[in-house]
């Protein structure tokens, strides 16, 4: 245990409870709350002190980059993207003094305005019905029911990554980042880049691929989406946009919206825009593919038909 955690002026003390026991458990876990000090509880190097011991963990087997040490520091490298309903962060976790490093994405969920209500309530369809109350507060738009909301996309694309990260370890046919830890609105996932230069890796949309390199990419997708297929999910908003390719491989994110396609009544829908999005993409860069075959094949994989 490191010597800041004892409690003394200068601690931060964890878990101490801003909400009533009828709050959801992720809302309580991860919250820092400063204690009244003027001195805050800060490393030698970097800009905090992990935030690990609070958080959710990810799946197991747990990839050996993961740092889980008391002793390791986050650093803030800069913006990767800025986004209407989350920024992401390029944050370096580190043992000061040693070689243990890790590069991680932090995707931070705003607690503005989220398409939960106003764009899309179709992705709501056969998900469980929420408490009154957090329903009134998510619709009333308080404060708290606006963190509420970005709290529910975070554990939402936890969850998914969690689970398509467990189904790409057994079966190597998908690809998604290593989801490292979940605390309240933010989400931190394993950098896909070069760990060296903090460069992330390109998206799809910016590749200019021959058609060599198109035709296994392509294939990766097949390989991608029936994964999904046959666990009955769609990505719900897959787009080269949200492909990012490193080393050769695809690699899918933003999974937030992921969508059940046998509970939701439209899941047909958004399994067929999903591969029409791409395969759109293919067939604009020289590579002819059939999106229709492609829809009926992963339909009756998943069930549809
Ligand atoms: N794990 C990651 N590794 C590297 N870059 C990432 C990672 N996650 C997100 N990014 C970068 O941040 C951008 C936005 O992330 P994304 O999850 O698509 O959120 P949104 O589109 O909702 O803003 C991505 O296009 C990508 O450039
Ligand atoms: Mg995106």
Same mark, same amino acid.
């Given at each position: 245990?490191?010597?800041?955690?004892?409690?003394?002026?200068?601690?931060?003390?964890?878990?101490?409870?801003?909400?009533?026991?009828?709050?959801?458990?992720?809302?309580?876990?991860?919250?820092?709350?400063?204690?009244?000090?003027?001195?805050?509880?800060?490393? $030698?190097?970097?800009?905090? &002190?992990? +935030?690990?011991? *609070? #958080?959710?963990?990810?799946?197991?087997? =747990? %990839? /050996?980059?993961?740092?889980?040490?008391?002793?390791?520091?986050?650093?803030?490298?800069?913006?990767?993207?800025?986004?209407?309903?989350?920024?992401?962060?390029?944050?370096?976790?580190?043992?000061?003094?040693?070689?243990?490093?890790?590069?991680?994405?932090?995707?931070?969920?705003?607690?503005?305005?989220?398409?939960?209500?106003?764009?899309?309530?179709?992705?709501?369809?056969?998900?469980?019905?929420?408490?009154?109350?957090?329903?009134?507060?998510?619709?009333?738009?308080?404060?708290?029911?606006?963190?509420?909301?970005?709290?529910?996309?975070?554990?939402?694309?936890?969850?998914?990554?969690?689970?398509?990260?467990?189904?790409?370890?057994?079966?190597?046919?998908?690809?998604?980042?290593?989801?490292?830890?979940?605390?309240?609105?933010?989400?931190?996932? $394993?950098?896909?880049?070069? &760990?060296? +230069?903090?460069? *992330? #890796?390109?998206?799809?949309?910016?590749? =200019? %691929? /021959?058609?060599?390199?198109?035709?296994?990419?392509?294939?990766?997708?097949?390989?991608?989406?029936?994964?999904?297929?046959?666990?009955?999910?769609?990505?719900?908003?897959?787009?080269?946009?949200?492909?990012?390719?490193?080393?050769?491989?695809?690699?899918?994110?933003?999974?937030?919206?992921?969508?059940?396609?046998?509970?939701?009544?439209?899941?047909?829908?958004?399994?067929?825009?999903?591969?029409?999005?791409?395969?759109?993409?293919?067939?604009?860069?020289?590579?002819?593919?059939?999106?229709?075959?492609?829809?009926?094949?992963?339909?009756?994989?998943?069930?549809?038909?």
């Amino acid at each position: 245990m490191r010597e800041h955690d004892f409690s003394g002026p200068t601690t931060v003390r964890r878990d101490r409870r801003r909400f009533d026991d009828d709050e959801p458990h992720f809302l309580k876990r991860g919250r820092l709350e400063p204690a009244l000090t003027e001195e805050p509880d800060l490393p $030698e190097t970097g800009d905090r &002190w992990s +935030t690990w011991d *609070g #958080a959710l963990h990810g799946p197991h087997p =747990r %990839p /050996d980059w993961v740092r889980t040490e008391h002793a390791a520091v986050d650093t803030e490298l800069g913006i990767l993207k800025t986004g209407k309903e989350a920024d992401v962060f390029l944050v370096r976790r580190a043992v000061p003094g040693t070689d243990r490093t890790s590069m991680l994405a932090a995707k931070r969920y705003r607690d503005g305005e989220h398409r939960l209500f106003n764009r899309d309530a179709g992705y709501l369809e056969g998900r469980r019905v929420r408490r009154s109350r957090e329903m009134r507060a998510m619709a009333n738009r308080t404060s708290f029911g606006k963190e509420l909301i970005a709290g529910q996309w975070a554990e939402a694309e936890f969850a998914a990554l969690s689970r398509l990260w467990q189904v790409g370890a057994t079966s190597g046919l998908v690809r998604v980042p290593y989801p490292v830890q979940l605390a309240g609105t933010e989400l931190m996932l $394993e950098f896909v880049g070069d &760990w060296e +230069t903090g460069a *992330g #890796a390109p998206r799809l949309a910016q590749l =200019r %691929p /021959d058609l060599d390199e198109l035709t296994v990419l392509w294939g990766q997708l097949v390989d991608a989406v029936s994964v999904l297929a046959r666990a009955q999910v769609a990505h719900g908003d897959l787009s080269p946009y949200n492909l990012l390719v490193h080393d050769g491989r695809l690699v899918l994110i933003d999974l937030p919206q992921i969508v059940d396609v046998i509970a939701n009544p439209r899941g047909g829908e958004f399994l067929a825009r999903d591969v029409r999005n791409v395969a759109c993409w293919f067939t604009a860069r020289g590579l002819p593919v059939d999106a229709d075959d492609l829809i009926e094949r992963l339909s009756v994989e998943a069930g549809l038909r």
